[in-house]
C-alpha cells in the first residue's frame, strides 16, 4: 500500500480545494474513491465538487448514499483511493491501493500527521511525501 501526504503551503493553504483537484485527477481512473473528514467539511466539499473542476461531473454523494466518490465520517472497508482530510481520524484498517493524507498548514494538526506518518510506516506502507507550494 502506498500512503502520500501532500503538506499544503505557499498557494496551496485549502485542504477541500486540494482534495477536490485530486478527486479530479483520481476520477474516472479509478472506480471507487473515499473522502473521509468530519461532516462540516464534507459538506462544504459537497458544494465545492458540484462547481468545479468547471465543466466536469464528479459522481459523488454524503454517506450512506453509494456513488464511485463517497464523503464519509468514518473510513470505508474498502476503496481504490482513500483522501484523509482528518488528521484526528483512527488509522483505517480497510482495503486500499492508496491513501493521501492532505497536510494543512496549521502547525497544531502537523504532530498528528507525523504520528500517522511513523504508524503507516509501521504497518509496512511505501510512505511518500509532497510538497505543494
Known amino acids: 500500500m502506498r500512503v502520500d501526504f501532500y503538506e499544503l503551503s ?9 482534495a477536490g483537484v485530486l478527486v ?3 476520477w474516472p481512473t479509478v472506480a471507487s474513491i473515499a473522502v473521509v473528514a468530519p ?7 459537497d458544494k ?4 468545479q473542476p468547471e465543466g466536469r461531473f464528479l459522481p459523488h454523494a454524503m454517506a450512506p448514499d453509494p456513488a464511485p466518490i ?13 483522501i484523509n482530510l482528518d488528521p484526528t481520524a483512527p488509522l483505517p484498517g480497510g482495503r ?3 491513501i493521501l493524507e492532505i497536510v494543512p498548514p496549521d502547525e497544531s494538526l502537523k504532530a498528528k500527521l ?11 506502507a511505501d510512505v511518500q511525501h509532497h510538497v505543494l507550494r
Not at 39 to 45: E, I, M
Not at 70 to 82: G, N
Open 10 to 18: 505557499g498557494r496551496f493553504t485549502d485542504p477541500l480545494f486540494v
Open 24 to 26: 479530479g485527477r483520481a
Open 39 to 45: 461532516r462540516a467539511q464534507l459538506q462544504q466539499l
Open 48 to 51: 465545492q465538487l458540484w462547481l
Open 70 to 82: 463517497r464523503l464519509m465520517e468514518d473510513a470505508p472497508d474498502s476503496a481504490d483511493i482513500l
Open 96 to 98: 486500499f491501493e492508496r
Open 114 to 124: 507525523r504520528e500517522r506518518w511513523i504508524a503507516w510506516k509501521q504497518r509496512g
